[in-house]
């Protein structure tokens, strides 16, 4: 019992790790823009990184943190085979993103788990990833809400998943779907009030 718990523990110990790196606060001092969190939203997420102006910057946290979420399911499928680890991909996903959202290091106050769970669907299930990033770039041209874009296409996951092929994923998707749309749930008080900053690239 032990031995077959123990590989999963270290899955979801490495996954969480490796997610909660906090690349908006390790870039932001290589970039010297400063704390994100002391500006807009208090997040150390790439629309929080957006708002101070500098789009290199902004960019290179939200490669960052997609990548959080791919590397984690990468170095899980690399050292554990998934025939003998059923669903490692999976764990490994799910752990990156609670490590974004609450990050050991930032006191558990992370992301809001947009990128990190871009690059977690775009490993498990890539069609899905495109056709959601898709949808938000659409959403947010149109809206200027970066947040609404978030919470429109998360929650179109599931749909996708099964439309293009993905249906064991639908459910899983759905979980992710569901805690995105939890950790925006300020964002959606602030929309409902018409409070909500809009996405600007011009400082």
């Known amino acids: 019992m032990t031995d077959t718990l123990l590989p999963y523990i270290a899955i979801i110990s490495l996954s969480y790790l490796i997610g909660s790196i906090p690349f908006g606060i390790v870039l932001g001092k290589i970039f010297k ?3 994100i969190r002391n500006i807009g939203s208090g997040s150390v997420g ?13 960019f290179c946290v939200l490669l960052g943190d997609a990548l959080k979420g791919a590397v984690a399911i990468w170095v899980a ?7 003998v680890f059923p669903h490692v991909a999976l764990i490994a ?3 990156a993103l609670m490590g ?16 990190t769970g871009l690059g977690v669907l775009l490993v498990l299930h890539w069609p ?5 990033a898709a949808m938000w770039l659409v959403t947010a041209t149109l809206s200027r809400y970066s947040s ?8 179109q ?6 439309a293009s092929g993905g249906d064991e994923y639908a459910l899983p998707f759905a979980v992710i779907a569901l805690l995105i749309v939890w950790t925006h749930r300020s964002n959606l008080q602030r929309l409902m009030k018409g409070e909500e900053s809009v996405i600007r690239l011009k400082k």
């Open 33 to 35: 823009v400063g704390d």
């Open 46 to 58: 790439a629309t929080n990184a957006l708002r101070t102006g500098n789009k290199t910057f902004a």
């Open 77 to 83: 499928k690399a050292l554990f085979c998934c025939d």
């Open 93 to 95: 996903g799910f752990a």
């Open 100 to 115: 974004h959202i609450f990050p050991v290091w930032l006191r558990f106050k992370g992301g809001k788990g947009v990128a």
């Open 128 to 132: 899905t990833a495109l056709m959601l």
């Open 148 to 155: 609404l874009a978030a919470i429109l296409a998360a929650l």
């Open 157 to 162: 996951a599931p749909i996708y998943a099964k």
